[in-house]
């Protein structure tokens, strides 16, 4: 899957960094579905949405966003993880996920929802994700 009109979500708390990668993201030909700003947000989300690939910020008001992680695996979706913070403990089943440093770039962005995306399952005539 290319990220052209793939479907986004961004999980970050801070608004301008949220606005940032809404931009970059609609730049790569994506469309942002929706934005979460808490854990909480982001469990629902991820439970709910119809998404193609996501992006959450580790560390959400003091919460990790593993939760959130673990419900976009159950569902197949591709995601990246972003980070201010150097050396966030990630848990070991979620260590194949790409994690993008601040400053975050378009090049990086797109690079690691590229490598999500082909780690991702294939979809099915119908555009349902296979799972494996």
């Known amino acids: 899957m ?16 949220s606005a940032l990668l809404d931009d970059m993201i609609s730049e ?26 996501a992006v959450l910020d580790i560390n959400l008001l003091g919460e990790m966003s593993y939760p959130a992680a673990e419900e976009l695996n159950k569902r197949a979706i591709p995601f990246i993880f972003v980070t201010g913070f150097a050396a966030e403990p990630i848990p ?17 962005i ?6 999500a995306t082909r780690r991702a399952p ?3 005539r119908r555009g349902q994700r296979q799972v494996r």
């Open 2 to 17: 290319g990220l052209q009109g793939a479907r986004v979500l961004i999980v970050e708390d801070e608004p301008i960094i």
């Open 28 to 53: 790569l030909g994506a469309h942002v579905v929706q934005a979460a700003g808490t854990l909480a947000e982001a469990q629902q989300a991820a439970r709910c949405s119809e998404l193609d690939a």
């Open 92 to 108: 070991s089943v979620l260590a194949h996920v790409p994690v993008v440093s601040k400053p975050y770039t378009l090049s990086n």
């Open 110 to 115: 797109k690079a690691g929802l590229l490598a």
């Open 122 to 124: 294939a979809c099915d």
